[in-house]
């Protein structure tokens, strides 16, 4: 081999030793694999979270994880995995709009309710789906679908299943014009009642048991908040 070749292969060794070394430093630079982030939830992550979401007042089972991602606004997958797990591990107590008392908040943007106790402190969570917004014309009855907003009270309470025009209504809680808050084994993800508020059938029994009454139901959007505490500083009075 001619001097000229052996100069030339020599070189063409030295840079591939050069790319070797540089590709070995920007691997040790590259960050973590997303492998962990794909990595299958052992059973104690899983238990684990699910007693986080209990802490928090979501309760247990799917629902709970449904009202999380809801609340969160998260993608509302209803499957708990890596990204969830994280989300869940690092999330606090939601907190409700008023405090001081007990009464049933809904929020609209997110599509969740909470229950409070005599404190005014949340002690359940539950995945709603509200008035559509949407005309409709169904069983000789035509309207909106929207659900008030504002302040209201509990006025009547029927045990079990009540048949109204539209459809059946499970353990159905009524603030507003025939409108109630009841079990229904359809919640979607988005808005879609005819002005109902539902919720999970599983949770339907013992919500009605907390909503004597008189109970004060605040529903809101981002732009319509209003509090009931006059309505309580007025009956104390």
């Known amino acids: 081999m001619r001097t000229s070749q052996l100069a030339s292969a020599a070189f063409l060794i030295l840079c591939l030793a ?25 059973r104690g992550e899983v238990k684990q979270a699910e007693a986080r979401l209990a802490e928090m007042g979501y309760g247990n089972g799917h629902n709970a994880l449904i009202a999380f991602q ?20 690092n999330a606090t107590a939601p907190q409700p709009k008023d405090s001081g008392y007990k009464h049933v908040e809904v929020d609209l943007d997110r599509q969740v309710l909470l229950m409070t106790d005599d404190n005014g402190t949340v002690t359940k969570i539950l995945p709603v789906s509200t008035g559509s917004e949407k005309h409709y014309s169904e069983k000789g009855m035509s309207g909106l679908a929207y659900t008030p907003r504002g302040r209201f009270r509990v006025y009547a309470k ?11 209504l499970y353990y159905p809680s009524y603030f507003s014009d025939g409108l109630a808050i009841h079990g229904n084994p359809s919640v979607p993800k988005t808005p879609e ?43 104390e009075q």
């Open 158 to 168: 029927i045990a079990g299943w009540r048949k109204s025009p539209l459809g059946l």
């Open 18 to 42: 050069s790319l070797n070394q540089i590709a070995s430093v920007e691997a040790q630079r590259r960050p973590p694999s997303s492998s962990n982030h794909t990595r299958a939830l052992t």
């Open 193 to 235: 009642s005819h002005g109902c508020i539902r919720i999970p059938m599983s949770a339907a029994a013992e919500l009605y048991k907390q909503m004597p009454v008189g109970t004060i139901v605040l529903i809101y959007d981002k732009e319509s908040f209003v509090s009931a505490k006059d309505w309580l500083q007025k009956r």
């Open 70 to 89: 809801k609340y969160e606004d998260r993608k509302v997958t209803g499957q708990l995995n890596r990204d969830e797990f994280e989300a869940i591990a």
